[in-house]
């Protein structure tokens, strides 16, 4: 695993361990309830406020929204400023959440603010979530270090998202609108949007990323109208030149999506100073010949672009898939997407303590008539699987990540 120390790992985490974490627990996670942003200002206070300091840049959206992050961190690094960035969840280290101009940041600065901020919660006995307090050390390790600009992704949703607190921003972002975590945003893609919108405020720039369903878009635009909220669109071919060929469709999209937020900010980015930032498990290749693959896609809407950049790149390959995911995502739709590749599959469970929806895929795999070789709880290693065919790793971040444990990074 990458830049992990479990030492320092445990004891970053021991740290918190009296607050609950909504994103290991299923139950609370979907429930409206644990979600406020009332608990934000007291916390910020704790904190300094932090963000009264800070140029923020907020993203928000279904899908998207880590790789339209480190592009924009990129592209204002190559503009000569510097950036922090808050993502979650992470893969490996929690480091990964709290990066500043592409470096994480390190487990001594982290645990020394962190142990700070539970301090001052157990002075006024404040019971956050885990998410929330994240969202308050990545803003102090950002004013910290002086950074010209914050980039925060939004957890879930955005109106009651705990990034969202802050009024003053210097621009919304929100990157492709899909079906996810409906049993806690709404099951219509006007009722997501409109709580992705939550996160637009009055006059402050909108950016608004290339959309797949018309109803989602159109909200936006009625959200950005009613604030006086500038709309602007990503830059036509505002990616070529800057990213490897390879680079699928959907990749492209998000890097145009920020070109366009450099824009709207006046910068100019030097393309000879542009480092394109590592996206794992983002159609991320570790081996080259027969390929393997790993991508996080886990709604309907990701895997058929995902299946539509495979066929377009590896023509006439038949794959096998390694397809895992948690409990609560749209199986059908996912199986559905899937019956466009040239596939066989294996069916497992993701490497997370999350429940996995494997029953739910045997049923769903079976409906949409995919070829599928097995059902098993894991896979412990490479020798398990075929050493001449390309594979794919997808369903979710933690079954994509399962495919470094199995074969090593391509550098």
């Known amino acids: 695993m990458r830049d992990l120390d479990p030492a320092r790992e445990a004891q970053f985490f021991a740290l918190f361990q009296d607050y609950f974490n909504l994103e290991s627990d299923a139950g609370k996670q979907h429930d409206i309830a644990n979600y406020t942003i009332e608990r934000m200002a007291p916390l910020a206070e704790i904190a300094g406020n932090p963000e009264r300091r800070l140029k923020i840049l907020h993203i928000a959206g279904t899908k998207g929204k880590g790789s339209t992050c480190y592009y924009l961190g990129a592209l204002l690094n190559a503009a000569g400023k510097s950036c922090g960035i808050f993502t979650s969840p992470h893969l490996d280290t929690v480091r990964e959440r709290f990066q500043i101009n592409g470096e994480l940041a390190s487990y001594d600065e982290l645990i020394r603010l962190g142990a700070a901020l539970v301090d001052g919660l157990r002075a006024r006995d404040l019971h956050p979530s885990l998410f929330e307090i994240f969202t308050l050390l990545a803003l102090q390790l950002f004013d910290v270090h002086g950074v010209d600009y914050a980039i925060l992704e939004t957890g879930i949703g955005g109106t009651l998202d705990a990034t969202n607190y802050i ?3 210097l621009a919304a972002v929100i990157t492709p609108l899909s079906f996810d975590h ?3 945003l709404g099951n219509t893609i006007q009722k997501i949007a409109a709580q992705k919108a939550g996160i637009l405020r009055f006059r402050t720039p909108v950016i ?12 936006i635009i009625d959200a950005a109208r009613r604030l006086d909220a500038p709309l602007y669109r990503p830059l036509p071919d505002g990616d070529q030149g800057w990213l490897p060929p390879e680079t699928p469709a ?6 145009q999506t920020a070109r366009r937020v450099l824009e709207v900010l006046g910068l100019t980015p030097r393309r000879d100073a542009f480092r394109a930032p590592l996206l794992r498990a983002r159609f991320e290749l570790l081996r080259r010949n027969p390929p393997v693959i790993i991508d996080a896609a886990h709604n309907a809407d990701s895997m058929q672009r995902l299946v539509a950049d495979l066929r377009r790149h590896f023509p006439n390959q038949r794959f096998l898939c390694v397809l895992g ?12 997407a899937l019956r466009g590749l040239d596939a066989d599959f294996i069916l497992t469970d993701p490497d997370t303590p999350r429940a996995s929806a494997r029953p739910q895929l045997e049923a769903a795999t079976r409906e949409a008539g995919l070829a599928v070789r097995a ?3 894991r896979i412990d290693s490479a020798a398990d699987l075929p050493a001449d ?4 790793f997808t369903g979710s971040f933690f079954t994509a990540t399962s495919g470094e444990r199995l074969f090593p990074v391509v550098s």
Do not use: M, W, Y
């Open 167 to 169: 009024d003053q921003k």
């Open 182 to 184: 409906t049993a806690l």
């Open 208 to 219: 608004l990323s290339r959309q797949p369903f018309p109803d989602g878009e159109a909200a």
């Open 250 to 255: 959907f990749l492209r999209e998000n890097f």
């Open 325 to 336: 995911s948690v409990a609560g995502k749209d199986i059908t739709g996912i199986c559905q």
């Open 375 to 377: 059902s098993v709880h």
């Open 389 to 392: 065919t390309p594979i794919l």
